[in-house]
């Protein structure tokens, strides 16, 4: 759950963004609710340094409850790994084997706030500056030596490594120092004082100093480890066949007693076609992410319970600001009401999906209710437009001013099914509007590569969103020349805004500084908000005690059970 | 010669096209508005079928020539005209090729005639929440996909993409062949030696690995990037053919004599040694056709083929396949529509092949 | 025969030479770069470029050559893989043999079954199994192999479950393969490459067939065959052994150049089938932009090429006494 | 031996054979009703231009005649044994063993991918139950009687590693292995140059004696044909037109058709003046053979009985047959044909 706001499809091939299919949910005669079940929507709750015992009750609770040991469960993903080494992993698969091999100093709750792992407690010094975190001492790695204070100042030295690439190495920029106290005592010291000190500190997986540290910097990319982790965490690490499986086994040593499920089985499967057919025939027990377009099938297998967790991402079709065409406020709100978002949810996500009215997702505690929105409306489009001065002035049916036509391309990244057909949709949308639009459906590489050149006209893509709330990096007009804002929006008032409320340790003021941020951008329309897609997971049912949160559907993954006549390997 | 010339045009067409036929097409909605049933979208094909049909005549007619070159020189019993009288009678003979033949001809006639066959335009929705993913009925055919487009006008229009495709790229992969397998047949010795490494060097290629690549470095999947790079990976077949068959016809008698005369180098090439090499060209080259068909479709499969919406049978393929479980007729019907096709050039090409090579007859 | 196997392996060297050095620009001249897989708003953009700097790609593309080239010749090294985050040779040494398994069992398949199908036909020239046959061999021949694994797919590996007979992906059973028998693990690896090797083998099988009816009826034609029979010889020894001997010999050439159709192929049906093999390394290599991993899987590729050549040219010498090696 | 026709039991002898080709065109009448005999040990010659029937009524006798082409009648007795009537297995028994043949084409007949050793054993071991080590003996003894020098040597060697006349000799080795009663030659040296043709012919004659086999030698060159045989049969379009002793035929060819044949070579000491003869028209389309008799549309003497009826074989004097209408107390109908 450290994984924050990274780009989906990241370098993989044949990934698409978990969208959702068809019927209502629950909406099947033949059988009760229990077969497909809605994720309760728990959004965080900002700084949360302060344990929740209620949660962490829960926990304990279902940890402790009568359970049998033994069966498997298989998990379908598409992608293998690229490593299951904190340090160096950047696909999504990795992480989720990560996250049973290590443990983090703390785990995350489902309201995000944070509950003890490797830390039993941690507390703030006076000022503020200093965290200190005492960690468990019946904790081993799998190899039998102990985890200690010392394997977490090596894994902040590695993590801040320049030569080493860790994917989230900016969260820990205004931690100065890593200080070992004792064995089992460490202390972080902070350079400034903001809202998310906790969070930085606590990010990414401890590592095993004592295997690592022979590993040089520059060597870290390719090492031995990479592929043959060892852990903490309630799973070990068995076996890893590349684009065939991962496969961990229950960690009999591990401090909170051992997790119930002999092995878990991370799959390779080829595309989503195929993991929709090893679903339903069993030869996988569970998948994230299921594309839409299959709910039904799926959700008539009596096999299958489905859980609709809420998004965590929202996709967009971004106006390059910086052509001509798109500089125009007015323009970009048109082209927002010409386009029927509604109708892309229903057919493209079967309803599974919502449109989100700005970067700022409900999960999210910052989240604005009542942004200004730009519903579908075309009449009111072609007047905004005309206002403009874009008229229809040789009657041939397209809109021109000076004797240019209204025309753009829009590019996406191939690979991703949903973003594909929006082309086509948006396509057709514009064209009753009078604008012409060629889609450009590029390799994923070619794509991001353009971005950063800023070579395109408008681009459909999508951010998977954060705990962590930050609009700089996409929003800033800092970061124009710096990738992520590459649709250069620049607005001073938002820049300022975003500066002070980063720091504002006070989260009321913070979140009224947010919200007229995002009020904004939805003024703006940098992006058209597109949709927010649901998460469909389908899980066989004979699996007790799955509890899928919005924090994700791993959130309690080692505690998930099968009774001993339902096993079926 | 006309060969190269119209590979070098092909070659060019892939740059320019783009504009070209824009500027054409613009100009012909001008003259005629909106009342033509050959739309914009309609000109490429038509565009390149004249530009092919072209082709084929000068074909026939150089090797009508030569033939008629051929009976003057050495006349014997079984001249050029028995031998194509006994050719077509082969030919007709075989009941399969003819229906190859005939399958072709269908298909070209159904990419023709499009606008009037398709019941609807192929890439404009319908009404989305209403008519999509309908099933088969006499209104729609295929029934509808997810856009509420009807799946059989777009599968008929889909025969443009894969027979352009396939006789362009096919084209050119002749025309690169044969220049190759020519140069390389007809000095032999060290000159032979690189480019027959060469072209084991290109056939060492994982063929979809390199397009791939270079689609990537194109940045843009015109169809017109596609027939070339198509055509650049598989001409090697043919220069192989052409150098063996002009490396075998350098012994033969006629050629000796014809160089003891005195005869220069694109004489001896072109009047001599080409003309005798086309039978095995043809034959061939109409059964690479089909090869080339497939590739395209691979190509549609993994997603580097035409861009969408406009409908290519590899790209509705990949675009329905999600619809296995429940609308299974699409992506059967379009896979079914490049099995014919293959299958069509492949028994024409048999039977060419068959009714050709003397070797084969009794 | 040896000096000719020397001198057919030292002439390939420039080919691969040549095959790597066109790779080489061809995947540098391509937009991006391995790094793009760090591209993460989490990421400094500082320690993406220090990766470039450790793995050189900030340099002149003259001197990545040159280096490269040097690593491959003097140390047989390929280097690593930025996105898969080990040596490639590793990676490599994994997806290769399950590569050649699945193209050697579809080879197996495409002769087997080509030639038998061949055989029949040829002999049992213009009845209702030589036209069967040959229009079903036409129809599998024509058929794009995606579509062929596609329908197979849903066909037999659960999409209709009545006829589930196959599993969807991979190559054992991952739960159970460990627990098995010998015999048992057996079965499952048959089981598992059933239909990827069928769907690759078919169509060239389909190939084969064609060619060794048209081959095998056009050595029954031949002056020899009659002498077998003036001998008295039974209609099957004149056929089998002295027909089929000669009608082997260009299929053993076919066989050879259907190689790089195989592995080919084998790039789209390892996608279809989700089969670890080079197939999907490369075509991740080539999207990932992971330069060295690219350009190994390309360079073994062409040396399979080249070996399946050689062998074939081997093979066709043994048969052939007319061809002596040299 | 000079009156062959008398002898009560000829060695081999076919009687009305008929042999159609059911082609798509047509059905081809290469034999049709063909009738000749060969006694034990003595050589008849089967001459003809080409396309008159020969090599298809040899490959009749070997029933070796494949689709489309059909024996439709006839009889063909070996020693009083019918062929026509055998089983497959029977008449394999009789293909190696009793009837042996030679092609023409020795460049082609051998197998390229066996050695020559391997192709004659094949053919003993096929017919005599000997062992591998006999059979190679005995291959090894038959290649050394064929006249090949270094026959332990020569016995693995490839049909490529040696010349056409040297490849003959291999056929006739296998064709002799198992010691046949009757041996079909067909046009046995026309693919050799002539003074390898001498050696080959040479050779067959000394085998002969030796093997005390029958011989029916296909041939177009008459030069040969009085040489070697004892009996001659002249062919046209399909069908036996004269059958006498060679002696007979060369004295006094009574058909029109034997003796334009027969001017139209040149012979040693004709004089230069003289000018050869050249029968007029082209061999008819077995297709479509004329009505009546089938050379008369070239006969020099023909009539418009010739269109209607067809002459039928017959003695036209003691031991000389042949198919014409028109001779006449064993006179030819072309004045100055008997020399």
Redesign the interface.
């Known amino acids: 759950m450290n994984r924050i706001v990274r780009i989906t499809s990241l370098g993989l091939f044949f990934t698409s963004l978990s969208c959702s299919p068809s019927s209502t949910p629950g909406d099947s005669p033949s059988d009760s609710a229990q077969r497909v079940i809605e994720v309760e929507a728990r959004p965080d709750r900002g700084r949360s340094e302060e344990h929740n015992l209620e949660f962490e009750a829960r926990w304990n609770e279902l940890y402790n409850t009568p359970h049998d040991n033994g069966d498997t469960l298989v998990i379908g993903t598409i992608g293998d790994a690229d490593s299951l080494n904190d340090l160096t992993s950047a696909a999504i698969t990795g992480s989720n084997v990560i996250g049973l091999l290590f443990l983090s100093l703390t785990r995350t709750n489902p309201d995000f706030s944070h509950a003890p792992s490797l830390a039993e407690s941690w507390q703030f010094s006076e000022d503020h500056l200093e965290l200190t975190f005492h960690l468990r001492d019946d904790v081993f790695w799998h190899d039998g030596v102990k985890t200690t204070a010392h394997d977490v100042k090596f894994t902040f030295e590695k993590q801040i490594s320049p030569n080493i690439g860790w994917a989230t190495i900016k969260w820990k920029q205004f931690i100065k120092e890593c200080v070992v106290v004792d064995d089992y005592t460490v202390k972080f010291i902070f350079e400034r004082l903001y809202p998310y000190q906790l969070m930085d500190a606590v990010v990414g997986a401890v590592l095993p100093k004592h295997i690592l540290e022979k590993v040089p910097d520059e060597e870290m990319v390719s090492t031995d480890f990479n592929r043959n982790p060892v852990g903490n965490g309630p799973y070990r690490f068995k076996e890893w066949k590349a684009q065939q499986y991962i496969e961990v086994e229950a960690n009999e040593n591990y401090f909170a007693g051992r997790p119930p499920l002999d092995r878990i089985i991370f799959k390779v499967v080829p595309d989503?076609?195929n993991l929709?057919l090893q679903l339903k025939s069993g030869e996988i027990d569970f998948m994230d992410g299921v594309?839409p377009?299959?709910f039904?099938?799926l959700a008539r297998q009596e096999n299958l319970v489905a859980y609709i967790a809420p998004g965590r991402s929202y996709s967009y079709l971004g106006w390059n600001l910086l052509n001509p065409l798109f500089q125009s406020k007015k323009v970009r709100q048109a082209l927002t009401m010409a386009i029927n978002r509604q109708?892309i949810i229903?057919?493209?996500l079967f309803e599974f999906g919502e449109i989100p009215k700005g970067p700022v997702l409900p999960i999210i505690w910052a989240h604005h209710p009542n942004l200004p929105d730009f519903p579908y409306d075309p009449e009111k489009a072609r007047q905004y437009l005309a206002e403009e001065g874009w008229k229809d002035s040789d009657g041939d049916g397209w809109l021109d001013k000076d004797g240019q036509r209204f025309s753009f391309t829009v590019k996406t990244n191939?690979?991703n099914?949903i973003r594909?057909?929006i082309?086509?949709?948006v396509?057709?949308m514009f064209k009753e509007v009078g604008i012409a639009v060629r889609?450009?459906?590029?390799?994923w590489?070619?794509f991001i590569g353009?971005m950063d050149k800023k070579d395109f006209e408008a681009a459909v893509a999508g951010w998977s969103v954060g705990l962590k709330m930050d609009m700089t990096t996409i929003w800033h007009s800092d970061s124009i020349n710096d990738k992520f804002n590459f649709v250069s929006y620049s607005n001073p008032e938002f820049d300022r805004l975003n500066d002070a409320a980063i720091f504002e340790m006070d989260s009321e003021k913070a979140k009224q500084m947010w919200w007229r941020a995002q009020e904004m951008i939805a003024e703006d329309q940098p992006y058209t908000f597109l949709y927010s897609p649901k998460d469909i997971n389908f899980v066989h049912r004979r699996f007790q005690n799955v509890q899928m949160e919005t924090v994700g559907w791993n959130y309690n993954l080692e505690q998930w059970w099968v009774p001993k006549d339902k096993q079926k390997y | 010669m006309i060969l190269g010339l119209f590979g070098l045009l092909v070659g060019l067409a892939g740059w320019h096209a783009g504009t070209l036929w824009d500027t054409l097409a613009h100009t012909l909605e001008k003259l005629f508005g909106a009342n033509v049933p050959y739309t914009l979208r309609d000109l490429d094909f038509l565009v390149s079928t004249l530009f092919l049909l072209g082709m084929l005549a000068a074909l026939v007619l150089y090797s009508g020539l030569s033939c008629q070159r051929i009976r003057q020189a050495d006349r014997t019993a079984q001249g050029p005209e028995r031998q194509w009288s006994i050719v077509k009678r082969q030919f007709l003979?075989n009941r399969?090729a003819v229906a190859g033949a005939l399958i072709i001809l269908a298909l070209y006639l159904v990419a023709f005639l499009c606008p009037f066959l398709a019941p609807y335009d192929p890439v404009e929705?319908g009404d989305?929440?209403q008519e999509?993913l309908l099933s088969p009925s006499a209104e729609h055919l295929l029934g509808t996909d997810?856009?509420a487009r009807d799946v059989f006008s777009r599968i008929i229009y889909g025969s443009r993409i894969s027979l352009l495709v396939g006789f362009l790229a096919m084209g050119l992969a002749v025309t690169l062949g044969t220049a190759v397998g020519a140069v390389a047949g007809y000095y032999g010795g060290w000159v032979d030696s690189v480019i027959m490494?060469?072209v084991?060097?290109m056939?060492?290629?994982?063929?979809?690995?390199?397009i791939?690549?270079?689609?990537?470095?194109w940045?843009?999947?015109s169809i017109w990037i596609i027939i070339t790079l198509i055509g650049l990976m598989s001409w090697m077949g043919v220069a192989r053919l052409v150098r063996g068959q002009f490396m075998a016809l350098k012994e033969r008698e006629f050629f000796q004599a014809a160089r003891a005369l005195g005869a220069g180098t694109g004489r001896l090439i072109f009047q001599h040694l080409l003309p005798n090499s086309l039978t095995p060209i043809i034959v061939s080259a109409t059964l690479r056709v089909?090869n080339t068909i497939?590739l395209e479709?691979?190509l549609s499969?993994?997603?580097l083929g035409v861009?969408?919406?406009t409908p290519s049978w590899?790209n509705i393929?990949y675009d329905t396949?999600?619809?296995?479980?429940?609308e299974?007729w699409m992506?059967?019907a379009a896979?079914m529509a490049?099995?014919i096709?293959?299958?069509g050039y492949?028994?024409l090409g048999d039977g060419l092949r068959d009714a050709l090579d003397p070797?084969?007859r009794? | 025969m040896h000096t000719y196997i020397i001198r057919r392996i030292l002439?390939?060297i420039?080919?691969?030479f040549?095959?790597l050095t066109?790779?080489f620009f061809?995947?540098h001249?391509?937009?991006?770069d391995p790094t793009d897989i760090f591209y993460n708003p989490d990421m400094d953009p500082e320690a993406r470029e220090n990766i470039r700097r450790i793995y050189g790609l900030d340099q002149p593309l003259g001197v990545q050559y040159l280096k490269y080239i040097q690593g491959v010749v003097l140390k047989f090294e390929f280097g690593y893989s930025i996105a898969k985050k080990r040596p490639v040779k590793d990676e490599i040494l994994e997806a290769l043999p399950n590569t050649i398994q699945l193209s050697a069992l579809a080879l197996l398949l495409e002769l087997s079954l080509g030639i038998g199908i061949g055989i029949l036909a040829a002999v049992k020239q213009q009845s209702t199994f030589d036209n069967a046959t040959?229009v079903t061999a036409?129809?599998f021949?024509?058929?794009?192999?995606?579509?062929l694994g596609?329908?197979l797919l849903?066909l037999f590996a659960g999409?209709v479950s009545a006829t589930h007979w196959f599993p969807a992906s991979g190559m054992v059973d991952i739960v159970r393969h460990e627990s098995m028998s010998t015999l048992g693990r057996l079965g499952d690896r048959a089981i598992h490459i059933f239909l990827p090797s069928l769907t690759l083998g078919i169509g060239a099988a389909a190939g084969i067939s064609r060619y060794m009816r048209?081959e095998l009826l056009?050595v029954i034609?031949q002056d020899y065959m009659r002498t077998a029979r003036a001998k008295g010889l039974t209609e099957r020894v004149v056929v089998f052994k002295h027909g089929l001997r000669n009608a082997l010999m260009p299929i053993i050439t076919i066989m050879g150049?259907s190689l790089?159709f195989l592995?080919?192929g084998a790039?789209?049906v390892e996608?279809v089938f989700g089969w670890p093999g080079m197939g999907r390394v490369?075509?991740d290599a080539?999207?990932q932009r992971d330069y060295s991993m690219?350009l190994a899987?390309?360079l073994i590729?062409?040396a399979m090429?080249?070996v399946g050549?050689l062998v074939a040219d081997i093979l066709y010498a043994m048969v052939d006494p007319r061809v002596r090696l040299s | 031996m000079t009156d062959v026709m008398d002898q009560t039991s000829p060695q081999i002898e076919v009687r009305n054979l008929k042999t159609y080709f059911y082609t798509?065109d047509g059905v081809v009448r290469a034999v049709d009703g063909l009738s000749y005999r060969l006694a034990k040990g003595e050589t008849l010659a089967l001459v003809g231009e080409s396309g008159c029937g020969k090599s298809v009524s040899a490959l009749s006798v070997m029933r070796l005649i494949a689709s489309p082409g059909k024996i439709v009648e006839g009889e063909i007795l070996l020693d009083g044994l019918d062929l026509l009537q055998c089983s497959e297995t029977e008449m394999r028994e009789v293909r190696g063993n009793r009837i042996s043949m030679i092609f023409q084409e020795p460049m082609t007949s051998l197998n390229p991918v066996f050695t020559i050793g391997n192709q004659i054993m094949e053919a003993i071991r096929v017919h005599q139950d000997v062992s591998r080590k006999e059979a190679r003996d005995r291959t090894i003894a038959m290649i050394r009687r064929v006249k090949i020098s270094a026959a332990e040597t020569r016995v693995d060697e490839y049909p490529h590693q040696m010349s056409g006349g040297m490849r003959q000799r291999v056929m006739i080795a296998m064709a002799l292995a198992c010691n046949p009663e009757v041996l079909i030659a067909d046009e046995p040296t026309t693919a050799l140059d002539v003074t390898i043709q001498a050696q080959i012919m040479e050779l067959l004659a000394e085998l002969q004696s030796e093997f005390q086999m029958s011989i029916l030698l296909i041939t177009h060159n008459l030069g040969l044909v009085a040489e070697v045989s004892d009996q001659v049969a002249v062919m046209y379009a399909s069908k036996v037109v004269e059958h006498t002793s060679t002696a007979e035929l060369f004295a006094s060819p009574l058909h029109p058709y034997t003796h334009g044949l027969l001017t139209s070579v040149p012979t040693l000491g004709m004089p230069r003046e003289q000018k050869l003869n050249v029968i007029p028209g082209q061999v008819p389309n077995p297709l479509h053979f004329p009505t009546g008799c089938r050379f008369h549309p070239r006969c020099p003497v023909a009539e418009q009985r010739c269109k209607q009826e067809e002459p039928l074989l017959r003695e036209v004097k003691p031991g000389h047959w042949a198919a014409c209408h028109f001779i006449e107390n064993g006179k030819s109908p072309i004045k100055g044909a008997d020399r």
């Open positions: 989503q076609e929709a594309p377009r299959f039904e099938e109708e229903d057919s493209l191939k690979g099914q594909e057909d082309l086509i949709l396509q057709d889609p450009n459906i590029l390799e590489t070619v353009d | 003979k399969l929705q989305r929440v999509r997810r856009f490494r060469f084991d060097m056939l060492s290629f994982p063929t979809l690995i390199l791939i690549t270079v689609i990537a470095l940045r843009n999947q089909g497939l479709a691979s499969y993994l997603g861009q969408p919406p590899g393929v396949k999600g619809n296995l479980f429940t299974w992506p059967l896979g490049i099995v096709t293959v299958v492949n028994l070797r084969l009794e | 002439i390939s420039p080919l691969l040549g095959l066109i790779n061809l995947i001249a391509a937009p991006g040959r036409l129809t021949y024509s058929m794009p192999s995606f579509y596609l329908v849903f999409g048209g056009e034609r150049l790089p592995f080919s790039v789209i996608q490369a075509v080539a999207f690219f899987v390309n590729f062409g090429v080249v050549n | 798509e």
